[in-house]
């Protein structure tokens, strides 16, 4: 493409340049005519590169911070590095033992469950309940816009601080959840929430819940307004209930914003790093750890880097093939 | 979902209460948190817990002032400067990346737009010792500068596809109106564009910034000075040290969630914009 546009943009030059031969074998108006063309594709360039020329600032500085770390990245794991030969010295190469290592380690293997289970967890239930408020607040009552705003509030506050509130929450002896057990007498003693490993979890997935419940509601609300009301009324004039009424006109013409919502989530819950870093920093005994804290664990706390690379990479390597579904999503409706 | 008029009287009472029983559960953590850091340390270990402070106690919050290791202040000022640095970086350079976008077809343009779309889906975890060695080559490891480059990583991708979609909703005619009064290209972009698109912008700064400010991983990393380091790092090297000093904590917590509490009093409109376009087809 780029060269034929080169070439028709000489070529218009070239016969120009031939300036009198030309001209007398072709006469004065196909020259002007040649002119044009040339003005033309002069102009043509021009505003393209101009448009390149407003994006480049921002291209080069993610090439720059983002695009050669990745790169960097995937060296590292190929390579032998640790904290004497970090930032000089020479790295060997030891091509694929890293991730062969990977396999063979009880800890990896877990974390990369755990992120799974973790992410499945939270989706389902993040999802379900934000869709039910999102139908709640569809209605038109008088405080439904001002209480589902504040909602959001969850969403906006730094994770760290999430991560410190939920362990508050769940304390062993001053938590408020104990003291709902207790005082229900659901349980006898205090539960080691954080402390045990099947219960630790199950505390980053309330947290992580609490964060993600206003992100699916007001994308899934937004949603919900795209549906015409007239289908509704046709629906309710041909004696239809709400049940089939949800099923067979809610869900399918949502089915977009389901996708969306449910992909982003995949993708911003399965990258999970502070909260679990904050609360459980992967404990007790790696039982809580996932891909990206063991990635940092490996990295800045045991100096192992190449082997964090690697752990970091596989999880790269899962985000972006679910990623691919995600700009299948998005960018079907760019096509111009 | 279906109802098109307001409700009526009654119900329109029994949703709103109902609505409000949502909202309390919901929001309870942020109240516990805010009510722990005005209580003493003796009120916290309580049993039965109290549900709000007897006895007012502000001095979780005046220790910290004092005190000079863990000065959340100073934290907090850390955080503020990182935050307004990133912010600065990512709409400087975004809003023409985005303009760039949407209304030119250069070449190139579908593999810029893929990146950017690749970027959000990153982990931090695979920039983190990269970025690490590189900041300790560029002698910024330590300084504020490194967290401020990292962070604006993240609101430069977000803020392009946000605004893309502003400047792609804005009718040619206008562009070239403004070509007829006189204006060139970078004129036109500047005088006209920008101005329309000003909420746009104003969304991709505010996601900038609660980014910026809501991140911990980049500022723990490479900044390894506590007096340097933001609110975030701050909170969590006090967990580390103080890990049962509650009504510190909560204090450091209710700090540092003031700058999104006013953002969100006083900019909602732009959240909800950010949230939905953020994800939506673009």
Not at chain 1, 16 to 34: F, M, Q, S
Not at chain 2, 26 to 41: D, G, M, Q
Not at chain 2, 188 to 199: G, V
């Given at each position: 493409?780029?060269?034929?546009a080169?070439l028709?943009?000489?070529?218009?030059a070239?016969?120009?340049?031939?300036?009198g031969?030309?001209?007398v074998?072709?006469?004065?108006?196909?020259?002007?005519k040649?002119?044009?063309?040339?003005?033309?594709i002069?102009?043509?360039?021009?505003?393209?590169?101009?448009g390149?020329?407003?994006?480049?600032?921002?291209?080069?500085?993610?090439?720059v911070?983002?695009g050669?770390?990745i790169?960097?990245?995937?060296i590292?794991?190929?390579?032998d590095?640790?904290?004497?030969?970090?930032?000089?010295?020479t790295?060997?190469?030891i091509l694929?033992?890293?991730?062969?290592e990977?396999?063979?380690?009880d800890?990896?293997?877990?974390s990369?469950?755990n992120?799974?289970?973790?992410?499945?967890?939270?989706?389902?239930?993040?999802?379900v309940?934000?869709?039910?408020?999102?139908?709640?607040?569809s209605?038109?009552f008088?405080?439904?816009?001002?209480v589902?705003?504040?909602?959001?509030v969850?969403?906006?506050?730094p994770?760290?601080v999430?991560?410190?509130?939920?362990?508050?929450?769940?304390?062993?002896d001053?938590?408020?959840?104990?003291?709902?057990?207790r005082?229900?007498?659901?349980t006898g003693?205090?539960?080691?929430?954080?402390?045990t490993?099947?219960?630790a979890?199950?505390?980053?997935v309330?947290?992580?819940i609490?964060?993600?419940i206003?992100?699916?509601?007001?994308?899934?609300?937004?949603g919900?307004?795209?549906?015409?009301?007239?289908?509704?009324?046709s629906?309710s004039?041909?004696?239809?209930?709400?049940?089939?009424t949800?099923?067979?006109i809610t869900l399918?013409?949502?089915?977009?914003t389901i996708?969306s919502?449910?992909?982003l989530?995949?993708?911003y819950?399965?990258?999970?790093?502070d909260?679990?870093y904050v609360?459980?920093?992967?404990?007790?005994v790696?039982s809580?750890?996932?891909?990206?804290?063991y990635?940092y664990?490996?990295?800045?706390?045991?100096f192992?880097?190449?082997k964090?690379?690697?752990?970091?990479?596989?999880?790269?390597v899962?985000l972006m093939?679910?990623g691919i579904?995600?700009?299948?999503?998005?960018?079907?409706?760019?096509?111009? | 979902?279906?109802?098109?008029?307001?409700?009526n009287?009654?119900?329109?009472?029994?949703?709103?209460i109902?609505?409000?029983?949502?909202?309390?559960?919901l929001?309870?953590?942020?109240?516990?948190?805010?009510i722990?850091s005005?209580k003493?340390?003796?009120?916290?270990?309580?049993?039965?817990?109290?549900?709000?402070?007897?006895?007012?106690?502000?001095?979780?919050?005046?220790?910290?002032v004092?005190?000079?290791d863990f000065?959340m202040?100073?934290s907090?000022?850390?955080s503020?400067?990182?935050?307004?640095?990133?912010?600065?970086?990512a709409?400087?350079?975004a809003v023409p990346?985005?303009?760039?976008?949407?209304?030119?077809?250069?070449?190139?343009r579908k593999?810029?737009?893929?990146s950017?779309l690749?970027t959000?889906?990153?982990?931090v975890?695979?920039?983190l010792?990269?970025?690490?060695?590189?900041?300790?080559?560029?002698?910024?490891?330590?300084?504020?500068?490194?967290a401020?480059?990292?962070?604006?990583?993240?609101?430069?991708?977000?803020?392009?596809?946000i605004?893309?979609n502003y400047?792609?909703?804005?009718?040619?005619?206008?562009?070239?109106?403004?070509?007829?009064?006189?204006?060139?290209?970078?004129?036109?972009?500047?005088?006209?564009?920008?101005p329309?698109?000003?909420?746009?912008?104003?969304?991709?700064?505010?996601?900038s910034f609660?980014?910026?400010?809501?991140?911990?991983?980049?500022?723990m990393?490479?900044?390894?000075?506590q007096?340097?380091?933001p609110?975030?790092?701050?909170?969590f090297?006090?967990m580390?040290?103080y890990?049962?000093?509650w009504?510190?904590l909560?204090a450091?917590?209710?700090?540092?969630?003031i700058p999104?509490?006013?953002?969100?009093?006083?900019?909602?409109?732009?959240?909800?914009s950010?949230m939905?376009s953020?994800?939506?087809?673009?």
């Amino acid at each position: 493409m780029f060269c034929a546009a080169a070439l028709f943009s000489i070529m218009p030059a070239v016969k120009y340049a031939a300036g009198g031969w030309y001209k007398v074998a072709h006469g004065a108006c196909y020259t002007l005519k040649g002119e044009a063309f040339m003005k033309k594709i002069k102009k043509m360039f021009r505003y393209e590169n101009v448009g390149m020329l407003f994006v480049l600032p921002a291209f080069v500085y993610m090439l720059v911070f983002v695009g050669y770390p990745i790169i960097r990245n995937i060296i590292l794991s190929f390579q032998d590095v640790n904290a004497g030969n970090l930032v000089r010295g020479t790295k060997n190469f030891i091509l694929f033992d890293n991730y062969l290592e990977l396999f063979q380690d009880d800890v990896f293997r877990t974390s990369l469950f755990n992120t799974l289970r973790y992410t499945v967890m939270c989706l389902v239930f993040q999802f379900v309940i934000g869709f039910i408020l999102a139908l709640f607040f569809s209605k038109r009552f008088t405080l439904a816009k001002p209480v589902r705003g504040i909602l959001l509030v969850p969403w906006m506050i730094p994770v760290t601080v999430t991560a410190l509130m939920f362990k508050l929450l769940f304390a062993t002896d001053i938590g408020v959840i104990n003291y709902i057990l207790r005082s229900l007498h659901l349980t006898g003693k205090n539960i080691e929430w954080l402390t045990t490993p099947g219960t630790a979890m199950f505390a980053l997935v309330c947290a992580n819940i609490w964060i993600g419940i206003p992100f699916n509601m007001i994308l899934i609300s937004t949603g919900l307004t795209t549906i015409p009301k007239e289908l509704y009324e046709s629906a309710s004039i041909d004696g239809a209930n709400r049940i089939q009424t949800f099923f067979s006109i809610t869900l399918p013409l949502l089915k977009p914003t389901i996708e969306s919502v449910l992909i982003l989530g995949f993708i911003y819950t399965f990258k999970v790093y502070d909260l679990v870093y904050v609360m459980t920093s992967g404990g007790p005994v790696n039982s809580t750890h996932m891909l990206s804290t063991y990635s940092y664990k490996l990295s800045f706390e045991m100096f192992k880097y190449s082997k964090g690379s690697a752990v970091a990479n596989v999880l790269l390597v899962i985000l972006m093939i679910v990623g691919i579904f995600y700009i299948k999503a998005t960018t079907a409706g760019e096509e111009e | 979902m279906d109802e098109e008029k307001k409700l009526n009287g009654r119900k329109n009472m029994v949703f709103s209460i109902i609505s409000i029983v949502i909202l309390c559960i919901l929001l309870f953590p942020l109240y516990w948190a805010l009510i722990t850091s005005l209580k003493t340390e003796q009120e916290i270990f309580q049993n039965p817990p109290t549900f709000y402070p007897h006895i007012l106690n502000l001095k979780s919050y005046a220790a910290q002032v004092e005190t000079g290791d863990f000065n959340m202040f100073r934290s907090f000022g850390n955080s503020f400067v990182i935050s307004i640095g990133a912010t600065v970086i990512a709409v400087l350079l975004a809003v023409p990346a985005s303009y760039g976008i949407a209304k030119y077809h250069f070449k190139g343009r579908k593999l810029m737009l893929l990146s950017f779309l690749v970027t959000q889906m990153l982990p931090v975890s695979v920039l983190l010792t990269p970025m690490f060695i590189m900041f300790k080559n560029m002698h910024v490891y330590n300084t504020w500068i490194a967290a401020v480059l990292a962070d604006a990583t993240i609101g430069i991708p977000f803020s392009v596809l946000i605004l893309k979609n502003y400047f792609a909703s804005i009718p040619k005619d206008l562009e070239e109106a403004a070509y007829l009064d006189g204006c060139n290209k970078f004129t036109a972009f500047l005088r006209i564009l920008i101005p329309i698109a000003k909420p746009g912008v104003m969304v991709c700064a505010i996601f900038s910034f609660l980014y910026a400010w809501g991140d911990l991983a980049y500022g723990m990393t490479f900044i390894l000075d506590q007096e340097r380091r933001p609110i975030t790092a701050g909170i969590f090297n006090f967990m580390g040290q103080y890990g049962t000093k509650w009504s510190y904590l909560t204090a450091f917590a209710v700090v540092t969630i003031i700058p999104v509490a006013l953002i969100f009093i006083f900019m909602q409109k732009y959240i909800v914009s950010g949230m939905t376009s953020g994800a939506v087809k673009g």
